[in-house]
């Protein structure tokens, strides 16, 4: 080793890269929750406490291994439950989907 080098890991590791990754998926998360709840109606509050939901899957790491769109359709599903809004989850192929049934 020269004088006055300290030892690196190598060039391609990045010690911010799960900061970066998170900061991603998160507002990843938060244009596609904003993007279904609009389809749904969603008022802005519903929106916030979805993201807020997502946000600690997010922090304990139970979106790892599953599908964006499923985790998304389960933090809707959980705002839609408590708040009391007129959605349902229905199991469509191939996806998730929330439906309205106050007609």
Known sequence: MCAGKTP???GGFHVNLGKE???QTLQNGRRHIHHLGSQLQLNQHCLDTAFNFFKMAVSKHLTRGRKMAHVIAAC?????RTEGTP???CYGSPS???GDYSN
Do not use: D, T
Not at 76 to 80: A, D, I, Q, R, T
């Open 76 to 80: 809707l599903y959980l705002v839609c």
């Open 21 to 23: 990754s998170r900061a």
């Open 87 to 89: 959605h349902i989850l």
């Open 8 to 10: 690196s890991l190598g």
């Open 96 to 98: 998730w989907f929330l």
